[in-house]
Nanobody, 113 residues
């Protein structure tokens, strides 16, 4: 499995971005997927997860603002981020959790006026 994240950039507070993670070699029917982020000087943290049934979980800090989703046919994972705040600034990573751990490369998100 290879994961390729994209969609990061510079956005003003209150703005939106949609991150994508293209997954080659992915078995969509069994893969549990996630987005993580790592801000400067901080540990990498879990942002959201999605499992094959479509069930999702979110970090408290992003609930109600971020939405994780997946396109099974295109084997692509998404993270829709709305009402972005400066504290959302980080490098965002996609990750396969199950059946085995695989990290994608990160994409930088900067929220600043």
């Amino acid at each position: 499995v290879q994961l390729q994240a994209s969609g990061g950039g510079l956005v003003q507070p209150g703005g939106s971005l949609r991150l994508s993670c293209a997954a080659s070699g992915l078995r969509s029917s069994v893969a549990h997927m996630a987005w993580y982020r790592q801000a400067p000087g901080k540990e990498r943290e879990l942002v959201a997860t999605i499992i094959p049934s479509g069930a999702t979980t979110y970090a408290d800090s992003v609930k109600g603002r971020f939405t994780i989703s997946r396109d099974y046919r295109q084997k692509t994972l998404y993270l829709q981020m709305n009402d972005l705040k400066p504290e959302d600034t980080a490098v965002y990573y996609c990750k396969q959790l199950v059946p085995f751990v695989t990290w994608g490369q990160g994409t930088q998100v900067t929220v600043s006026s």
